[in-house]
C-alpha cells in the first residue's frame, strides 16, 4: 500500500514537471514569434524545450530545502574544553574556499557565476559535514539571484540550520566593467560582496583577521570597504548592457561597450535583451550596411589577379546570441586576407560592420564564421581566412559549469585552404 503510494507521489511529480517544462517551452516560442522567427524551421525546433529544460535545472534550488541537506548531516565532535562549547576547541574556524557557485540574474535571467567562500566557527560540539556548506550555498544559487541576496541567504541558512557560533560568506566576481563584448572574459577582479552573523558580526574581533587570512593563502584579498561599496554598484553585466546604435562612420570598437551605469539594476527580461539584437540588426541595414560592394580604391579590383600580400585585422569584438539556448556568446575575430600589392587594404570599420550584422542575429559560432568568410571573399575578391575565438554563456548553464572554457573556429577559402604556409604565416 505504502509502496503504490509512493509510486503515485513520483507520478504526480513527473507530470507537474512535464506541465511547466511545456508552459516554458510554450512561452519560447511566443518570444521567437515576437523577434520574427519561426520556431519550427530548422535549427529552431528543439529550441524552446532546450530553453525550458535550462532554466528548470538553473532554477532548481526552489524544489529544494536546506533543512533536507543540514539533517543527517551534523557530527558530534567535543571541543579540548567542553565549557568552550566550540567543536575543536576556541576558535575552531572552519572555512571551504573556491566552490564555483552558478545562479540565473534576476534582472535579466541570464546565468552568472561567483566564487563562493563560507566559513563558521562551530558550537554545541556539533560539527556539519563539508560537503555540505556547499550543497546548502548551491541551493540558493539555483534560484533567481544578485550576488548579495546570494550571500546573504546562504549566510542565514546555514546560521539558523546548525546554530553556529558565527558564520561568514564572502563572493566574489565578474564587475560588469570587465565582462563586456569588447573586452571578453578577463577573469577574476576585485568585486566582492559578504554576509555575516554571531561572532563575525564584529569586524574587529580576532575571528575576521583569521578568516581573511585564510582566504589570502588562496591569493584573496578581501578590502572590507571595497566589499562594502561594490555592493551597491549596478553589478548586473547584461542589464545595463548598450547594444549599438551604428553610424557607418563609426567603428563598432567604439560601439561596442557596456555603460558604467550605477544603482539598482533596471528590469531586464531576457526577451528586451533578444528585442535589442533585431533593433541593432535593422539600424546597421537602415544606415546603408547592407553589405552590398562598397566602392574601393581603383587598385583593389586587381587583388584577385595579384594577392601576395598578407593583410590582418585582429582582435575585432562581437557579441551573438545562441540559436539553442538564446544565451549570448562573445569574443574576438581575427580576418587575414591576401590583397595586390600596394593596393589599399579593405576598410577595418567595413570589417567590423559585416560582423556586427552577422552578429546580430540568432547564431551557433560555426556559421558565424563561415559567413563572415564568404561575405568577405565574395564582396572584395579575396583570399581569406577568419579564426573566431568566444566564450559562451551557456556553458555555466545547464549542469555543465566549465569555467573558463573557450572555443576557436577557424574557416578558410582561396589560398588558404590549399597552401599551408599561407594559413601558418596567418596563425
Keep these: 500500500m505504502d509502496g503504490g503510494r509512493f509510486v503515485s507521489e513520483q507520478e504526480n511529480l513527473l507530470k507537474n514537471e512535464s506541465e511547466i517544462t511545456k508552459e516554458i517551452e510554450d512561452t519560447v516560442k511566443v518570444l521567437l514569434q515576437g523577434l520574427g522567427e519561426d520556431s519550427n524551421r530548422e535549427g529552431l525546433m528543439e529550441t524552446p524545450l532546450r530553453v525550458a529544460k535550462a532554466l528548470r535545472h538553473g532554477t532548481r534550488g526552489y524544489r ?26 576556541a576558535g575552531g574556524l572552519v572555512i571551504v574556499r573556491d566552490p564555483d557557485l552558478f545562479s540565473y540574474c534576476e534582472s535579466c535571467l541570464l546565468p552568472f557565476q561567483v566564487k563562493c567562500h563560507v566559513g563558521y566557527i562551530p558550537s554545541g560540539q556539533w560539527v556539519l559535514g563539508l560537503s555540505k556548506l556547499s550543497r546548502v550555498a548551491d541551493v540558493f544559487a539555483k534560484r533567481l539571484q544578485g550576488p548579495q541576496h546570494l550571500a546573504d541567504e546562504v549566510c542565514s541558512a546555514l546560521h539558523n540550520g546548525i546554530k553556529p557560533a558565527g558564520v561568514a560568506v564572502v563572493l566574489y566576481f565578474l564587475d560588469h566593467n570587465h565582462h563586456s563584448p569588447k573586452m571578453g572574459l578577463q577573469g577574476w577582479v576585485r568585486a566582492f560582496v559578504y554576509s555575516c552573523s554571531g561572532v563575525f558580526e564584529n569586524e574587529n574581533r580576532d575571528v575576521w583577521g583569521d578568516f581573511l587570512t585564510l582566504l589570502k593563502f588562496k591569493g584573496v584579498e578581501v ?73 574601393m580604391s581603383e587598385g583593389n579590383g586587381n587583388a584577385g589577379c595579384n594577392q601576395d600580400e598578407l593583410k590582418s585585422e585582429l582582435n575585432i569584438p562581437f557579441w551573438s546570441q545562441c540559436k539553442q539556448l538564446l544565451l549570448p556568446f562573445h569574443g574576438v575575430v581575427h580576418i587575414g586576407y591576401f590583397h595586390a600589392s600596394g593596393d589599399k587594404p579593405i576598410d577595418i570599420s567595413i570589417l567590423e560592420s559585416i560582423v556586427l550584422f552577422y552578429g546580430c542575429k540568432l547564431q551557433v559560432q560555426e556559421r558565424l564564421t563561415r559567413q563572415i568568410v564568404e561575405i568577405v571573399s565574395s564582396t572584395f575578391g579575396v583570399e581569406v581566412m577568419v579564426v573566431m575565438e568566444a566564450n559562451h554563456i551557456c556553458m555555466i548553464s545547464r549542469g555543465i559549469e566549465k569555467v573558463g572554457s573557450s572555443t576557436a573556429t577557424i574557416v578558410v577559402l582561396g589560398r588558404f585552404l590549399s597552401d599551408p604556409t599561407a594559413k601558418a604565416m596567418f596563425l
Excluded: Y
Design 64 to 89: 529544494q530545502e536546506v533543512k533536507d541537506i543540514v539533517q543527517g548531516a551534523l557530527f558530534p565532535e567535543a571541543g579540548l574544553d567542553s565549557a568552550v562549547g566550540q567543536a575543536g576547541g
Design 223 to 295: 578590502e572590507k570597504n571595497h566589499t562594502q561599496t561594490t555592493a551597491k554598484l549596478c553589478w548586473c553585466p547584461f542589464s545595463s548592457l548598450d547594444l549599438p546604435v551604428f553610424n557607418k562612420h563609426q567603428s563598432t570598437r567604439d560601439c561596442c561597450r557596456v555603460s558604467s551605469m550605477t544603482g539598482p539594476s533596471q528590469s531586464a527580461m531576457i526577451s528586451a535583451w533578444l528585442m535589442k539584437f533585431k533593433k541593432c540588426n535593422l539600424e546597421i541595414k537602415l544606415n546603408g550596411f547592407n553589405l552590398a560592394k562598397p566602392n
